[in-house]
């Protein structure tokens, strides 16, 4: 039984970890915040002080955390996975970060005799609940083949991309998309609204069409029902969109389209409404047409200081 450790138990983080707790593999939890690791405990996992602490006692290390420089810190750092490295441990990391830092990553912890798999998910706080994210790899084929009996736990579609990084690579081609569909999503529900027609009856009119989308299946009843409320926040979409933008300077990739979602994610968060769902992009089409889909989110449109 290949003991696990997981570092970063946020919305996705503790759900992802209470999976593989559930599966019956051990795990070491370790987190900022200590009210995520003191639940978990309560199911059977074991508390860890540090990163490497976490490191010597497992087989299995996961992090799950906002953005790269907080990945860099918790496995390079003072009292970071790195200093609890062993030979046959693999990192798994669950986070989406810049390619060239997971490649870095990776080349500091194989001096260690350290695999590293950069293995950014995608499918929401609802996804990890349920055990069914979609999952891009990067890294080693003979380490992901080690940890797949952990990750089949956590997620149904499971790609071996290819070298350490490709996962990241991966990952920020998806979260182009996904800005993309939330921002043509805000763009039609204002428009419909604006032009005289029923945002509601309109999605219901077209989401079995060509214009069938995840995001169309998933996030309006929520909006409709007046909840903005995270399921990813705005601010990581945010994060990812500058990773996107970043990696594509780095290359010379014109990418006009995900620029101008960068922006307007980047109006959230000067808005005040980066806690938000990252459907709530919809605010920031909402607040320059001077119109609101429903009457609930009225105050929602009111910049946050």
């Known amino acids: 039984m290949l003991r696990v450790g997981y570092i970063g138990l946020g919305i996705m983080g503790k759900s992802i ?29 074991v508390k860890a002080a540090s990163p490497a602490e976490v490191a010597r006692q497992v087989d299995l290390v996961f992090t799950n955390l906002p953005d790269s420089p907080d990945v860099e810190k918790v496995v390079l750092g003072e009292n970071g996975i790195i200093e609890g490295a062993h030979p046959g441990l693999i990192l798994i990391d669950n986070s989406t970060i810049k390619p ?47 940890a ?11 790609t071996h991309i290819g070298d350490s990084g490709t996962g990241q690579i991966a990952k ?29 009856r309109v999605i219901s009119a077209i989401k079995g069409g060509a214009a069938q989308c995840w995001t169309l299946d998933v996030k309006p009843p929520r909006i409709f029902a007046g909840n903005r409320n995270p399921g990813f926040k705005a601010s990581m979409q945010s994060k990812d969109l500058n ?19 960068a922006q307007l994610y980047s109006t959230m968060l000067q808005n005040g409404w980066g806690a938000l769902d990252n459907s709530g992009v919809l605010n920031v089409l909402e607040w320059m047409a001077n119109t609101s889909i429903e009457e609930q989110a009225v105050d929602a449109l009111k910049p946050r200081s």
């Not at 797949?148 to 499971?158: A, E, Q």
């Not at 428009?191 to 029923?198: E, I, R, T």
């Not at 996107?244 to 010379?252: K, P």
């Open 243 to 261: 990773i996107v933008m970043e990696t594509a300077r780095e290359y010379g990739i014109p990418l006009p389209s995900a620029a101008v979602d």
């Open 17 to 45: 970890a209470r999976n593989i707790l559930k599966a019956g593999f051990p795990v070491v939890v370790h987190n900022r915040s200590q009210a995520a690791v003191d639940e978990l405990v309560t199911e059977g996992a």
């Open 148 to 158: 797949l009996p952990v990750l089949s736990v956590t997620g149904k579609t499971i």
């Open 172 to 200: 920020a081609a998806n979260q182009i998309m996904v800005a993309a569909q939330m921002v043509a999503m805000a763009e039609l529900l204002v428009f419909a609204q604006k032009a005289g027609a029923d945002p509601e």
């Open 100 to 146: 060239a830092v997971s490649r870095k990553i990776a080349t500091a912890l194989a001096e260690k005799g350290v695999s590293c798999l950069d293995a950014p998910v995608s499918g929401g706080d609802i996804g990890a609940r349920d055990g069914t994210l979609t999952i891009m790899v990067g890294g080693p084929a003979d380490a992901l083949e080690t």
